[in-house]
């Protein structure tokens, strides 16, 4: 499905689309839905993760002395949209652990359908890091507008956005407002609904990982 929006990159792979076809079955239980987001949000780290710079290091090998790449000192933060955003810092951390973790709480004001935000807790130190904010699921992309706004507030080093799912009403608000900021999904999906979901989807993200509905 093609798409014109620069900022965004839908990872096709087959094993991500593969984990995300029995993410969306309504029959996946709890259990699994969790296992499944975090293996497919770390097949979405390697994409989002592709460009962090390395530097050559001197090691020996059993055979022999050589120069080998590692990852040159940047540092990195990944900051969670509460609550469903939690769902993929595991999966995030497994294979960057050394990283730091911030958190935003943000619930829509159900008046004016704004984002609020009720919580707001990043590493002392994050202006000196590249964050990556996750959140499954990219819909109206009111909270995640958001929740950059307040991460180039703290003046951080680089922003990307890491979701499940995207509408394409959410990544055009997101790009109109962060057209700095890269998008990294595993599907684009159709449209949204009257009350702000994503179709075809999943349902709500936090209810299916938390067992809450």
Do not use: W
Request: charged share 25%.
């Amino acid at each position: 499905m093609p798409h014109d929006f620069p900022t965004l990159t839908v990872v096709r792979h087959p094993l991500v689309q593969h984990k995300l076809t029995y993410i969306r079955s309504q029959d996946t239980t709890t259990e699994n839905f969790r296992r499944l987001l975090r293996e497919t949000t770390q097949m979405l780290a390697y994409e989002a993760t592709k460009d962090l710079p390395t530097e050559l290091i001197e090691i020996t090998t059993p055979v022999a002395t050589m120069r080998s790449p590692v990852i040159s000192g940047k540092k990195l933060c990944f900051v969670s949209i509460l609550r469903a955003g939690n769902g993929m810092l595991d999966g995030m951390l497994e294979l960057l652990p050394a990283a730091r973790v911030g958190h935003i709480g943000l619930y829509r004001d159900p008046g004016t359908l704004e984002p609020v935000e009720y919580y707001f807790k990043v590493p002392d130190d994050v202006a000196e890091r590249d964050v990556i904010v996750v959140d499954p699921m990219l819909a109206t992309g009111n909270s995640a507008a958001a929740a950059l706004d307040r991460l180039k507030e703290c003046r951080v080093q680089t922003l990307k956005l890491v979701c499940l799912l995207a509408a394409p009403e959410g990544v055009a608000n997101v790009a109109a407002q962060h057209p700095d900021v890269p998008i990294v999904t595993a599907a684009l999906d159709e449209r949204l609904n009257d009350h702000g979901y994503i179709v075809p989807g999943l349902g709500d993200a936090g209810d299916r990982m938390f067992g809450t509905k």
